[in-house]
T-cell receptor, first 114, second 110 residues
Framework: EPEVTQTPSHQVTQMGQEVILRCVPI?????FYWYRQILGQKVEFLVS????????KSEIFDDQFSVERPDGSNFTLKIRSTKLEDSAMYFC????????????FGPGTRLTVL | DAKTTQPTSMDCAEGRAANLPCNHS???????VYWYRQIHSQGPQYIIH???NNETNEMASLIITEDRKSSTLILPHATLRDTAVYYCIVRAGGNEKLTFGTGTRLTIIP
């Protein structure tokens, strides 16, 4: 069964450093998402991406964040200058044809900012 | 999107049906009810969704009341692997994001 994959599974970085989290969505899916979950808190929407552009973003997704689909398979989330409060699990998701379709989530990348 | 209310936690005996309620009294006509679950700190997993008719798939059944103000997710024969946090999410047409609440922590008891 196809699945969303994410790398790395765990990333440790120093405050102020740039990180890139990588995701490979399910092939032929058209909608892509990033969510995050701070330890013990709710899963929060960050951004959605369709047709090579951001379709929606949350207040969390400020100028420090960017997303890119550099080729036909990868979908990346970049945090330009990490802060301690960026420490969280970051989940990538994709959905097939429309925004109504179910979203398939990856296993997540645990980001720890020291 | 309409707000949902779920019990904080529930227990269910292994092999029994788990019935998870959700209240969404302010739901509007174009909003769907989705259920996801999250096992440990894994990525959320889609379970089922519906608009107004009852739905069933290989994982669960979704019963939506006629006035659509509440719904129940039914796991027919719960196993230990069904222990997870279950999220009821109401999502408007054209709204791509999923807004997660705190969900119901379901514990399956051996």
């Amino acid at each position: 069964e196809p699945e969303v994959t994410q790398t790395p599974s765990h990333q440790v970085t120093q405050m102020g450093q740039e990180v890139i989290l990588r995701c490979v969505p399910i092939s032929n899916h058209l909608y892509f998402y990033w969510y995050r979950q701070i330890l013990g808190q709710k899963v929060e929407f960050l951004v959605s991406f369709y047709n090579n552009e951001i379709s929606e973003k949350s207040e969390i997704f400020d100028d420090q964040f960017s997303v890119e689909r550099p080729d036909g398979s990868n979908f990346t989330l970049k945090i330009r200058s990490t802060k301690l409060e960026d420490s969280a699990m970051y989940f990538c998701a994709s959905s097939p044809r429309t925004s109504f379709d179910e979203q398939f989530f990856g296993p997540g990348t645990r980001l720890t900012v020291l | 999107d309409a707000k949902t209310t779920q019990p904080t936690s529930m227990d269910c005996a292994e092999g029994r049906a788990a019935n998870l309620p959700c209240n969404h009294s302010t739901i509007s006509g174009n909003e769907y009810v989705y259920w996801y679950r999250q096992i440990h700190s894994q990525g959320p997993q889609y379970i089922i969704h519906g608009l107004k008719n009852n739905e069933t798939n290989e994982m669960a059944s979704l019963i939506i009341t006629e006035d659509r103000k509440s719904s129940t997710l039914i796991l027919p024969h719960a196993t230990l692997r069904d222990t997870a946090v279950y999220y009821c999410i109401v999502r408007a047409g054209g709204n791509e994001k999923l807004t997660f609440g705190t969900g119901t922590r379901l514990t399956i008891i051996p």
